[in-house]
């Protein structure tokens, strides 16, 4: 068994304003994928250029932060949320959803394309190689936050969280740090160094950490408010991912179907 490694939640502490990790590494997400997206723009088959990095990122930002809180409020907090509807804005306790803040991403980059008169899917397709070390460094903060721990293990690595009781368990955290975060990160910007059809990186993306995401799921401890959502076995999560999968097989398809030359 390992020793959690018991940080303070809070970062730095200012009289009244407290800066929590949790936040500092949203923000850390969005710089790592503002400077590979400089980088990615410098591509001969870049859609936009370096000057409108700064532009898609932001978007992409406010997607990730509104889509993200509104869909942890819909699905894993609704009764809280219409009990105390003030909770939303209390970003800093947690509770980001990310399938919401896809959503809210995908909106956020229709907005931005067309105001720069581009593709939405090219965009997209731009995008998604920058997302997993952000997702990464998002797991690193609920780690730090002592939050979404895994379910109880004997296995080696296994930690006792401050608040998950007195048995060990999984870090899934960090699962979800290495598979949805690092290894995804390689797969999609190695994937994604040549000219690809349009909605193919896309595709990967939604195929690999909806994969991803229902394979960890079953070392994660279910939402307590929510257990287990069908079967004795599935969660939240899974189920939502499902369809996430599903979306990536068709993307990849057309993405690659046959051509017929008339």
Known sequence: MLVYPSIDPVALQLGALKIHWYGIMYIVGFLIAWGLGTV???????PITREQV??????AALGVVLGGRIGYMLFYAWPDFIARPWIIFQIWNG???FHGGLVGVVISVWLYSRKIHRPMMVLVDFLAPLVPLGLAAGRLGN????E???RVSTVPWAMVFPNGGPLPRHPSQLYE???EGIL??????FYSAKPKPRMAVSGLFAVCYGLFRIFIEFFR???PQLGFVAFGWLTQGQLLSIPLVIAGIFMLAWAYRPKINK
Do not use: T, V
């Open 40 to 46: 990615r723009a410098r591509l001969p088959q870049s």
């Open 95 to 97: 509770g980001m959803a």
């Open 143 to 146: 780690f730090i936050n002592g």
């Open 221 to 223: 401890e279910p939402d």
């Open 177 to 179: 740090f290495l598979l």
């Open 54 to 59: 700064s532009d898609l990122i932001f978007y």
């Open 184 to 189: 995804l990160f390689l797969i999609l910007w």
């Open 148 to 150: 979404l721990w895994g």
